[in-house]
């Protein structure tokens, strides 16, 4: 199946941190392989600023180099390449100064191209950019800004920075980028959902037993120790992509597939969510045993008290999901690297089969990464003689599989999000207020952790995760599923 690539229209687009690891790593990468589908016009401009003393030769020298290392596109020929940096431009600038600002306007200050700005630098960075792009009038009613997570580290802070980027900028121009939302297959979310007759019917309490969301990682925290152990997991990942992917699973049908419409029942899930008790909480600090760091070892702290492992049991009291439990959990230096939802269906009421002495339930998985897929689980008979019966079986659809790779390399999620920045489409980007009532729901689980003194619970890296995460959902008559790519 040939993939459908639709260009976007010509763009300025401007990468404040534009030499730092993300940009090297993800956003660089994935516009030169927009530019090899065909997808970025041969008139786009990408302007590096940061604070490097480097021109513009040694800019596109340190992109080329970074998109051998982290992945160009496979059509693409080494003139290709060229043609690509020659559409960029560097500038170096103090962001909270005035260097490098009228350089930065003589560039682009006429431009009637559409004008982005992405924000890939420290947060406390961004309402300095903000205030700085007007100030020397390189934003006006069009132009649009892309801003990273970590948006905030609690309600208050998560405010301040609403307050400050809205000084500058209308909601409708702010793009706060979670990466998790461009994944093909959280997309597909919404279309399992609402384009099949199937499903949708049976998308509620009364057929759905519980849902589990899990995202497992195998590293540590590696380079990223400082950051990780003031935020933890349920700052570096509940708060925002565990929270996205609980919102698309349980809000309500949008009247129509629009930012505004989608935005709004996320908001609403959200909002809905019941406070979370402690004895539904389960936080998890891995050790090792084969010489590799542990924890506090990976972030220089013997007396750290942060979670690099947590799991919730999350009730949502609506109408639709009242009584049906959700079980989402995330943690590093698990056995494997996987990210997954679950629907489990209730079982049948009565069976009709003599020989059924087994427990058989319906299982939808949608496999996030890797090996990106959704596989349902059906009952059917076992073949051969002895009488009925039964076996569950997988009905498995692999995206790679099924759709074929003939349209060339499937765009990421850093790609995909760009380019909706720069079609001007919001849906897949949080908007102010659903983060704020994502902190407000994650800021007393984590004040009550502090209240209490809470020690997370030592595991194996390379294991599920603490013991008593298992014990949470067996005092419910459940289990985890396996975590497996």
Same mark, same amino acid.
Request: glycine share 10%; aromatic share 10%; hydrophobic share 40%.
């Given at each position: 199946?040939?993939?459908?690539?639709?260009?976007?229209?010509?763009? $300025?687009?401007?990468?404040? *941190? &534009?030499?730092?690891? +993300? =940009?090297?790593?993800?956003?660089?990468?994935?516009?030169? @392989?927009? #530019?090899?589908?065909?997808?970025?016009?041969?008139?786009?401009?990408?302007?590096?600023?940061?604070?490097?003393?480097?021109?513009?030769?040694?800019?596109?020298?340190?992109?080329?180099?970074?998109?051998?290392?982290?992945?160009?596109?496979?059509?693409?020929?080494?003139?290709?390449?060229?043609?690509?940096?020659?559409?960029?431009?560097?500038?170096?600038? $103090?962001?909270?100064?005035? *260097? &490098?600002?009228?350089? +930065? =306007?003589?560039?682009?200050?006429?431009?009637?191209?559409? @004008?982005? #700005?992405?924000?890939?630098?420290?947060?406390?960075?961004?309402?300095?950019?903000?205030?700085?792009?007007?100030?020397?009038?390189?934003?006006?009613?069009?132009?649009?800004?892309?801003?990273?997570?970590?948006?905030?580290?609690?309600?208050?802070?998560?405010?301040?920075?609403?307050?400050?980027?809205?000084?500058?900028?209308?909601?409708?121009?702010?793009?706060?980028?979670?990466?998790?939302? &461009?994944?093909?297959?959280?997309?597909?979310?919404?279309?399992?959902?609402?384009?099949?007759?199937?499903?949708?019917?049976?998308?509620?309490?009364?057929?759905?037993?519980?849902?589990?969301?899990?995202?497992?990682?195998?590293?540590?925290?590696?380079?990223?120790?400082?950051?990780?152990?003031?935020?933890?997991?349920?700052?570096?990942?509940?708060?925002?992509?565990?929270?996205?992917?609980?919102?698309?699973?349980?809000?309500?049908?949008?009247?129509?597939?629009?930012?505004?419409?989608?935005?709004?029942?996320?908001?609403?899930?959200?909002?809905?969510?019941?406070?979370?008790?402690?004895?539904?909480?389960?936080?998890?600090?891995?050790?090792?045993?084969?010489?590799?760091?542990?924890?506090?070892?990976?972030?220089?702290?013997?007396?750290?008290?942060?979670?690099?492992?947590?799991?919730?049991?999350?009730?949502?009291?609506?109408?639709?999901?009242?009584?049906?439990?959700?079980?989402?959990?995330?943690?590093?230096?698990?056995?494997?690297?996987?990210?997954?939802?679950?629907?489990?269906?209730?079982?049948?009421?009565?069976?009709?089969?003599?020989?059924?002495?087994?427990?058989?339930?319906?299982?939808?998985?949608?496999?996030?990464?890797?090996?990106?897929?959704?596989?349902?689980?059906?009952?059917?008979?076992?073949?051969?003689?002895?009488?009925?019966?039964?076996?569950?079986?997988?009905?498995?659809?692999?995206?790679?599989?099924?759709?074929?790779?003939?349209?060339?390399?499937?765009?990421?999620?850093?790609?995909?999000?760009?380019?909706?920045?720069?079609?001007?489409?919001?849906?897949?980007?949080?908007?102010?207020?659903?983060?704020?009532?994502?902190?407000?729901?994650?800021?007393?689980?984590?004040?009550?952790?502090?209240?209490?003194?809470?020690?997370?619970?030592?595991?194996?890296?390379?294991?599920?995760?603490?013991?008593?995460?298992?014990?949470?959902?067996?005092?419910?008559?459940?289990?985890?599923?396996?975590?497996?790519?």
């Amino acid at each position: 199946m040939v993939s459908r690539v639709i260009p976007v229209d010509v763009f $300025d687009l401007v990468i404040f *941190g &534009g030499t730092g690891d +993300l =940009a090297r790593r993800k956003i660089l990468p994935g516009l030169f @392989r927009r #530019y090899c589908s065909g997808q970025m016009p041969a008139n786009a401009r990408i302007i590096g600023a940061a604070r490097a003393d480097i021109d513009a030769t040694a800019y596109r020298a340190m992109v080329a180099d970074a998109i051998q290392e982290f992945g160009g596109g496979r059509s693409c020929d080494d003139g290709t390449l060229e043609a690509f940096l020659q559409q960029l431009d560097y500038v170096p600038i $103090d962001a909270r100064g005035e *260097g &490098g600002w009228n350089e +930065l =306007a003589a560039k682009i200050k006429d431009s009637e191209f559409v @004008r982005a #700005y992405y924000f890939s630098v420290a947060p406390s960075l961004f309402g300095d950019l903000a205030e700085r792009l007007h100030h020397f009038g390189l934003a006006d009613a069009d132009s649009r800004i892309v801003v990273e997570k970590p948006f905030g580290r609690d309600l208050e802070t998560a405010k301040a920075l609403n307050a400050s980027l809205a000084e500058h900028f209308d909601e409708n121009q702010i793009y706060r980028i979670d990466h998790y939302l &461009g994944k093909e297959t959280v997309q597909n979310l919404m279309a399992v959902r609402f384009g099949n007759m199937l499903f949708e019917p049976l998308w509620n309490a009364q057929y759905v037993d519980h849902i589990q969301i899990t995202v497992a990682e195998t590293v540590g925290v590696g380079g990223r120790g400082e950051y990780y152990d003031k935020s933890g997991a349920m700052r570096d990942m509940v708060q925002n992509h565990l929270m996205q992917l609980l919102c698309l699973i349980a809000m309500e049908p949008p009247a129509k597939f629009e930012p505004s419409a989608v935005r709004d029942e996320k908001l609403k899930v959200i909002r809905a969510l019941d406070p979370v008790e402690p004895h539904h909480i389960v936080r998890g600090q891995y050790v090792t045993y084969d010489g590799s760091p542990n924890y506090r070892e990976g972030v220089n702290d013997p007396r750290s008290k942060t979670e690099s492992y947590v799991a919730l049991k999350v009730g949502v009291s609506n109408w639709r999901w009242a009584g049906t439990p959700f079980y989402i959990r995330t943690g590093k230096q698990l056995s494997e690297r996987a990210s997954e939802i679950t629907v489990v269906f209730k079982q049948r009421n009565h069976s009709i089969f003599e020989e059924d002495e087994l427990e058989h339930r319906n299982v939808l998985s949608i496999r996030l990464q890797p090996n990106e897929g959704i596989t349902l689980g059906v009952t059917i008979k076992e073949p051969g003689p002895g009488g009925m019966r039964l076996v569950d079986v997988p009905l498995d659809m692999s995206f790679a599989d099924a759709l074929g790779e003939e349209g060339g390399d499937p765009p990421d999620a850093y790609e995909r999000l760009i380019m909706d920045v720069i079609r001007g489409n919001q849906t897949l980007f949080m908007r102010g207020d659903e983060v704020e009532a994502a902190w407000a729901w994650t800021d007393p689980i984590i004040n009550g952790w502090k209240e209490r003194n809470d020690v997370p619970k030592p595991y194996d890296a390379g294991s599920e995760g603490p013991g008593d995460s298992e014990q949470m959902l067996a005092r419910d008559g459940r289990s985890w599923r396996p975590i497996s790519s």
